[in-house]
């Protein structure tokens, strides 16, 4: 399996034969503004370039997965570029209306678990944050990748730490699990992705599980940096059990 960190959350993952696109985040720098009621208001969104252009990231993608609808997520550069005839997952019936209504002609609501060719892919559950957070931050998912070649995968998506990770962590035991760890916050109501203290937690709960850290340095509301968590990863004595990859940078992992 190759894991290759795109920008922000948008990753390539490369399983049992698929090509899957996470998150397709393709505008150009600066051209969203910042999101409100969060630090560093003069940074444009995203911040950084992509480290390719559009037409090498989508080459080969078998398929796109969405763990959820905001713009860090999705964009309308995304809508624009994506081909309309791609597969494209969703968590529910109401993000597949939305996506269609934007000229995509196979958009499929994830209900429980599905098969992508070889690949089992089932939808996990996870929380944008604490509860009182959610009216406002909404709902999104994780999913888990599982073929008899390929290490059991858990891509945890814009979720804290909490008793749904426990069991979605009990019930997969994955092999690798791939946390979104910028700490993404507001001025009120906390972190709306997991932060330090909760890729620490993951990491204790799963010791066996090797670790990929993205969703940093993407967005002006990212609060954790790539050299934090390190360091804290250092300190901890987990530093060698994650790798937290710099744009277009990739992650090979064996079963």
């Known amino acids: 399996m190759k894991i290759q960190q795109i920008r922000n959350a948008t990753i390539k993952i490369e399983y049992a ?44 993608v078998d398929c796109v997965l969405l763990t959820h609808l905001h713009t860090d997520h999705i964009d309308d550069a995304a809508y624009e570029q994506l081909p309309n005839e791609m597969l494209i997952v969703v968590q529910d019936e109401l993000d597949r209306e939305v996506v269609v209504s934007h000229g995509f002609k196979q958009v499929k609501v994830i209900e429980g678990e599905m098969q992508l060719g070889d690949v089992r892919l089932s939808k996990a559950e996870s929380h944008h944050g604490h509860w009182w957070m959610l ?14 070649a390929e290490p059991t995968t858990y891509l945890a998506g814009d979720t804290i730490w909490y008793s749904g990770v426990r069991r979605n962590l009990d019930r997969w035991q994955p092999d690798v699990v791939i946390v979104n760890a910028g700490g993404n916050k507001f001025h009120v109501g906390g972190h709306v992705i997991m932060h330090i203290p909760d890729v620490l937690k993951t990491m204790d ?20 940096t790539r050299a ?28």
């Open 17 to 60: 034969g698929k090509v899957m696109l996470i998150d397709p985040m393709l505008g150009e720098k600066g051209c969203m503004p910042p999101f409100p009621f969060s630090h560093h208001q003069e940074l444009r969104n995203p911040i950084h370039d992509l480290p390719m252009t559009v037409d090498e990231l989508l080459r080969d």
């Open 135 to 148: 009216p406002k931050a909404g709902h999104t998912c994780g999913y888990v990748f599982q073929h008899p």
């Open 205 to 224: 709960y799963a010791p066996k599980a090797t670790f990929v850290a993205t969703h940093l340095e993407g967005v002006n509301h990212n609060h954790v």
């Open 228 to 255: 934090a968590l390190l360091q804290a990863a250092r300190e901890h004595g987990v530093a060698g059990r994650v790798h937290i990859p710099e744009d277009g940078e990739s992650v090979n992992v064996s079963k």
